[in-house]
């Protein structure tokens, strides 16, 4: 092999000497970030994420150059995307799926924060600017599904619109100023649109906050412990590789559902244009959005139930403090463990609430997950932190590994 | 996982069946990767091609009837103006009568229009130097030196059977492609 | 990893569940051509539909979003594709400013058979005809089998049911409580086919539910056939990347 330098090397070289490019880049995902070596396929959501958001914004660009977004235009120029413009069905089925997935890797990844304490000292601002995250693809998603203009995507904007007329004495200026007029309206749409277009960009700042909040303490790890220099590995190529394998899999299954059941998890209502003067019998918001709307349903004041709502997410930047248990890891916590998939439970019931008429079972069973949700944060967790007795933590990851728990 | 204790990577020996068939592997994947990635980047910029309700209106359908002659007309066709001339037996010969020679981009006027319906010429209405759309097709509207069409953008004189005499433009204006469907119907594209 | 797919599978299982259960009987169940991963439609099934929908469905049905061009789908040539347009005609002005009419061309889309929504309702007791572009995907999760089931489902009455005037009763059409504004349209011999097939009323209604649903996704074939593909490519590209995964990895337990 040739000792001297290829002409790519030094014009290489010569770049990362005015702008370190490579090596920032090998500083984030690279061979200078260190990660604990026993990362299990739980952590490979962080990357999915990151791939989805890309996904999201590169399909979006495409079809919104194609999109118009007036109320007489939209839902037509949605179908023509579908019909007549080249790989158009591929792009839209492809962005409107994407949500659901963004949705289901976003909920893996809390969840695994959750589970492996990854929000706790030193990462509670990490967990917080996820949560800012999360809140602004709620907002980006309940936008876009404005966007084409169906039944639902009208009836959704005009009662979830309506929620903030719940606030007293302003309540119904706000809503009139988010609509920027008197209802659900071409202006509403125009500025979903706007906003819709904008938010991604948005979260893609939050990101580069979140991934740099994450560098400074490193990755957490299944068992919640400190890693020493010597348990960790490079992140290139060991993550990268796995990272590489994790995107084929969930490729697989996020394909199978674009190409082959596309409107599995859309609403077929939908499909019909948007008509404000019939109101579909039973509305219902995207799967993701359930949980919260259970909650809003259970609680028969309209204010409260609003701030229920809001306020089942906004309980998660407490979380740092409402946990009390100085144990990072549920591996290590046996009552935890169980309450944690308790309320995994709960929310797989609100979500099941939430796609039904609000009345009798459903009615019954909405109100006693909302009284567990907020009883898992508000109560159970100090409570548990302070009573639970841990399992002896190991010494190290690599005595873990010894052992056989890696 | 590891069954070692050890974190420190050992890089594996060079040379060996692992390296190559990891470099293999590697090469492989990366491969795949990328080609995966191009074919899932095609259909995004294959959607800014002409959809197929814009292909669906590329032709157009013109009646010729109305046209008198010695008169000229304009008519849209891809969001373009076309120039439809019924040109005088005068103008067709003053065509013609010129030396291939003399003009800038030489062509014969019989190649510029179709055997038995000569006397129609049917030009795409922009100025081959920067996209200007030349006068000379409405009765009040200056023809230029050569009784064709004249570009006021920057002076550029067509003949009668629009080529490029006189001025910057550097080509004849431009031929679409057109079939008679019958005596009096014209499909432009 | 498992637990990971596992999890996810479960989730894409329920999420279908999770929507309210639909009320009404059980659907018909056709076993459609173009059903499954692999399904495509049946060109002479769909041209049988169109035949259907134009001589039973066009006088109250718009089509709104189907142009003659589409129709080379159904393995139409240009010719046959410009008679068929040339059947319709368009409103148009003339030279003068006059209203006048023209031949239909590829270009155009099915026309509306009602010259607006009021006149629409004024025809048929208050009711709006629906668009048929997309109704196999906005009525019901499977829509083909909905519509089929509904255009076959007209009966009796039960027994003390007041059905309204102008009403028909109609087991499916479980949104409307079970009374349709639309009277049966399929009966045998409705249609008498152009390629001899024997029209009875399960023909009919299966042939226009084809047609239907290749007018509300016109690329399912072109889907089913790009899906095979990207599967096929992701899966090596898995197998590729797991095996890749495993070397790298092992450089880790050699010591």
């Known amino acids: 092999m040739s000792t001297e330098k290829s002409v790519l090397q030094r ?57 118009t977004p007036h109320k007489d235009f939209a839902f037509d120029s949605v179908e023509r995307i579908m019909r007549d413009v080249n790989y158009g069905w591929v792009m839209r089925y492809m962005h409107a799926n994407g949500a659901s997935f963004f949705f289901i890797v976003v909920y893996i990844h809390i969840f695994r924060g959750m589970y492996y304490g990854s929000y706790k000292n030193p990462r509670e601002v990490l967990w917080w600017i996820g949560i800012l995250i999360f809140l602004a693809m709620m907002a980006t998603a309940f936008m876009g599904y404005v966007l084409p203009w169906g039944q639902m995507s009208f009836w959704g904007a005009t009662v979830i619109t309506n929620l903030f007329s719940a606030i007293p004495v302003v309540g119904d200026s706000i809503v009139t100023f988010l609509w920027g007029g008197f209802s659900v309206e071409n202006p509403t749409l125009n500025r979903f649109f706007s906003l819709h277009y904008l938010l991604p960009f948005v979260i893609f700042g939050l990101v580069v906050f979140h991934v740099w909040a994450l560098h400074l303490p490193g990755s957490n790890n299944p068992l919640g412990i400190e890693a020493t220099p010597a348990d960790k590995i490079p992140f290139h190529p060991y993550y990268t590789a796995k990272d590489f394998f994790g995107v084929g899999v969930f490729m697989l299954i996020y394909f199978a559902v674009v190409f082959w059941a596309p409107n599995m998890l859309g609403d077929p209502l939908n499909y019909e244009k948007a008509n404000p003067l019939v109101t579909p ?59 944690l998939w308790l309320f995994v439970i709960d929310c797989a019931v609100l979500t099941w609430c939430g796609a039904q008429l609000p009345e009798g079972l459903p009615l019954i069973l909405s109100r006693v997950g909302t009284f567990w949700y907020f009883l898992h944060f508000l109560i159970l967790l100090p409570i548990i932190g302070w009573v639970e007795t841990p399992k002896p933590l190991p010494a190290s990851i690599s005595e873990a590994v010894l052992k056989g728990r890696g | 996982m590891a069954n070692s204790a050890s974190a420190q990577p050992s890089p594996a020996p060079a040379g060996a069946d692992g390296e190559t068939r990891r470099d293999f592997l590697l090469y492989s994947t990366v491969a795949f990767g990328a080609v995966g990635t191009a074919m899932m980047v095609w259909p ?43 040109r ?102 | ?245 495993k070397r790298i990895w092992a450089r880790l337990d050699q010591k």
């Open chain 1, 11 to 67: 014009a290489f070289e010569w770049h990362e000497q005015r702008l370190p490019i490579g090596g920032f880049i090998d500083g984030v995902i690279g061979t200078k970030y260190p990660a604990p070596k026993n990362l299990n396929y739980w952590w490979n959501f962080g990357s999915l994420n990151g791939l989805m958001l890309v996904i999201m914004i590169a399909s979006g660009i495409f079809l919104a150059m194609n999109y």
């Open chain 1, 281 to 339: 019998a039973h509305i219902v918001p995207e799967w993701y959005f359930l949980p919260f709307y259970a909650i809003l349903r259970a609680i028969p004041d309209k204010l409260l139930g609003v701030i229920a709502m809001f306020g089942s997410i906004l309980i998660l930047f407490a979380l740092p403090w409402l946990d009390t248990s100085r144990i990072r890891s549920a591996v290590f916590r046996p009552i935890y463990k169980w309450f």
């Open chain 2, 44 to 86: 995004l910029i294959d959607s800014m091609n002409p959809a197929a309700d814009t292909l669906a209106l590329s032709t157009t359908e013109f009646n010729l009837s109305g046209v008198q002659e010695g008169q000229g007309v304009v008519i849209i066709w891809r969001g373009k103006p076309v120039f439809v001339r019924y």
């Open chain 2, 88 to 189: 005088t037996q005068k103008e067709i010969d003053d065509a013609r009568a010129v030396a291939l020679a003399d003009l800038i981009d030489p062509a014969k006027d019989e190649d510029r229009v179709q055997k038995d319906q000569d006397k129609y010429l049917i030009l795409v209405g922009v100025c081959t130097h920067l996209g200007c759309i030349p006068l000379g097709s409405k009765a009040m509207e200056t023809r230029g030196e050569y009784g064709g069409w004249f570009c006021p953008c920057h002076g550029s004189h067509y003949d009668t059977s629009g080529r490029i005499r006189k001025g910057p433009a550097p080509a004849n204006l431009e031929v679409p492609p057109y079939t008679f469907i019958s005596d009096t119907t014209v499909r432009i594209g």
């Open chain 3, 1 to 245: 990893m498992k637990k990971i797919i596992l999890a996810a599978a479960a989730v894409l299982a329920l999420s279908p569940a999770v929507r309210a259960a639909e009320v009404g009987p059980e659907l018909m169940q056709v076993p459609w051509s173009f059903d499954g991963a692999f399904g495509k439609f049946d060109r002479l099934q769909l041209q049988r539909g169109l035949q259907v929908y134009r001589e039973v469905c066009a006088s109250c049905h718009s089509l709104n979003y189907v142009a003659f061009r589409n129709l080379s789908d159904l393995g139409y040539s240009e010719g046959q594709i410009k008679a068929i347009a040339n059947e319709y005609e368009y409103p148009e002005i003339d030279d003068e400013g006059s209203d006048t009419t023209r031949k239909g061309k590829p270009s155009d889309y099915f026309p509306n058979p009602y010259p607006n929504e009021k006149f629409a309702r004024a025809s048929n007791n208050g009711a709006l005809p629906p668009d048929l572009s997309l109704v196999t995907k906005s009525r019901h999760r499977d829509g083909p089998n909905y519509i089929y089931s509904l255009l076959l489902g007209y009966e009796d009455p039960p027994a003390g049911m007041e059905v309204l005037e102008g009403m028909s009763y109609n087991k499916f059409f479980s949104s409307g409580s079970f009374q349709i504004a639309m009277v049966k349209q399929i009966e045998p011999d409705k249609v008498t086919y152009a390629d001899g097939t024997a029209a009875t009323q399960e023909q009919i209604a299966q042939d226009i539910t084809a047609f239907l649903h290749w007018a509300a996704e016109p690329k399912l074939e072109a889907r089913h056939g790009a899906g095979l593909r990207v599967m096929l490519y992701t899966l090596i590209f898995t197998v590729l990347a797991y095996l890749l995964k």
